[in-house]
């Protein structure tokens, strides 16, 4: 039991909560988006879809022109409040709270966890599809979406899969499903390792990027080829390239949090550059990759509630916190591999030692937005088989 559990339990209040951002706030975005300073163009850096270096600077302005002209935040937050919301505070701590209840009172509650660049936003299309057999919980981590403002430093994994816990217990939740990609994932795992007899399974969402941790924070498995050695290190190559953003994070939050929360095009270029994907060795942009406006619902989201300091914080926390990454081998675990490559499993499990492993080819980081039905058919196959 949690040492801080007693905290936990000083207001077991579950606020109403409607999403109503003020309309000086969106006009402000508009007219920063107006008043854009761009930097001036490299000769012979005009191709829209080369990220060796970045976001291009030509689709960046076609993002910001749409999000300036077309995009329409009150339709956008419109169908986010739809669903049933909450707030509660839990140690000191603002969580907002997605609650969707299946019309099936016997359903299985399912708590889905995002990460970053992602929020609540990330699941909206993939409510629907699981309603019929799950009552949904989705709670923001703390410093993200409408789980601000930061209540103190010291938020990590653990002290946040806690405070979930104590969450679907004021929800009645006594047994529950979870979940999880990118940190989503490690809220998930320590759930299961921490309240093995309250969850009832963890299914995670990966992708091939997950290679880029080996012989890092996992190490190389014994039996692989030369040419797979070759093939995780370029994935470790390709990944290093895109972890500027991590270190970042990890050590210098304050620093990148005070140019996120002032410059709209800033956080535009630092969140949509990770929705990118690679098919066939090309680069899709990350409107190839999934829907524009729920994309830009999701930045928006970040802009309006300063989210892109906070969340940062989560990562210096987890950097700092010397935990490290934990599963439950006693509960029942299902990963679904998308854009998938066969050396993620020679990699993480070259016992098969989970249970449900699905590949799929489709897909990439953010399946609840680019894979959806193949995601929901995942979850409900896994949960149905170890029901």
């Known amino acids: 039991m949690p040492e801080n559990i007693g905290v936990m339990n000083e207001n077991n209040a579950l606020t109403p909560f409607r999403i109503d951002i003020p309309q000086a706030d969106v006009d402000d975005l508009r007219n920063r988006l107006a008043h854009t300073r761009w930097p001036i163009p490299v000769p012979g850096r005009?191709?829209?879809?080369?990220?060796?270096r970045g976001i291009p600077l030509v689709y960046l302005k076609e993002l910001a022109e749409y999000w300036h002209d077309e995009f329409d935040w009150r339709a956008q937050e419109k169908k986010l409040n739809e669903y049933e919301q909450f707030t509660t505070v839990v140690n000191r701590q603002t969580f907002h709270v997605v609650h969707v209840r299946s019309t099936n009172p016997a359903a299985t509650p399912l708590m889905l966890n995002h990460g970053w660049p992602g929020s609540f936003v990330e699941y909206q299309r993939l409510i629907p599809l699981l309603t019929g057999e799950f009552h949904v919980v989705i709670p923001s981590l703390p410093g993200f979406g409408f789980s601000t403002p930061l209540s103190g430093t010291g938020w990590e994994l653990a002290r946040t899969a806690d405070a979930y816990a104590e969450i679907m217990t004021r929800l009645g939740y006594e047994r529950f499903a979870a979940h999880g990609t990118d940190i989503g994932s490690g809220t998930t795992g320590r759930l299961a390792a921490v309240y093995p007899e309250r969850v009832i399974g963890t299914h995670l969402g990966v992708d091939p990027h997950l290679l880029g941790l080996v012989g890092d924070k996992f190490p190389y498995p014994d039996g692989l080829s030369d040419d797979e050695i070759a093939q995780i290190e370029a994935v470790r190559a390709e990944?290093?390239?895109?972890?500027?953003?991590?270190?970042?994070?990890?050590?210098?939050?304050?620093?990148?949090?005070?140019?996120?929360?002032?410059?709209?095009?800033?956080?535009?270029?630092?969140?949509?550059?990770?929705?990118?994907?690679?098919?066939?060795?090309?680069?899709?942009?990350?409107?190839?990759?999934?829907?524009?406006?729920?994309?830009?619902?999701?930045?928006?989201?970040?802009?309006?509630?300063?989210?892109?300091?906070?969340?940062?914080?989560?990562?210096?926390?987890?950097?700092?916190?010397?935990?490290?990454?934990?599963?439950?081998?006693?509960?029942?675990?299902?990963?679904?591999?998308?854009?998938?490559?066969?050396?993620?499993?020679?990699?993480?499990?070259?016992?098969?030692?989970?249970?449900?492993?699905?590949?799929?080819?489709?897909?990439?980081?953010?399946?609840?937005?680019?894979?959806?039905?193949?995601?929901?058919?995942?979850?409900?196959?896994?949960?149905?088989?170890?029901?």
């Open 46 to 52: 005009d191709e829209r879809t080369d990220f060796s």
């Open 239 to 387: 990944d290093a390239a895109d972890r500027g953003y991590l270190l970042m994070h990890n050590h210098r939050p304050d620093t990148i949090g005070a140019a996120l929360t002032d410059s709209p095009v800033g956080q535009l270029a630092w969140i949509a550059e990770k929705f990118k994907t690679r098919a066939n060795g090309a680069w899709r942009t990350p409107d190839e990759s999934v829907d524009r406006d729920q994309l830009l619902t999701n930045i928006s989201l970040y802009w309006f509630t300063r989210g892109g300091e906070s969340s940062a914080q989560f990562y210096y926390e987890a950097e700092h916190s010397g935990l490290d990454l934990v599963m439950a081998s006693s509960v029942p675990s299902g990963w679904a591999v998308f854009n998938s490559n066969p050396l993620v499993r020679r990699a993480m499990d070259p016992w098969k030692a989970i249970g449900h492993w699905s590949e799929f080819t489709e897909g990439g980081h953010f399946p609840a937005m680019d894979a959806t039905e193949l995601l929901a058919d995942d979850i409900r196959t896994f949960f149905r088989g170890i029901a």
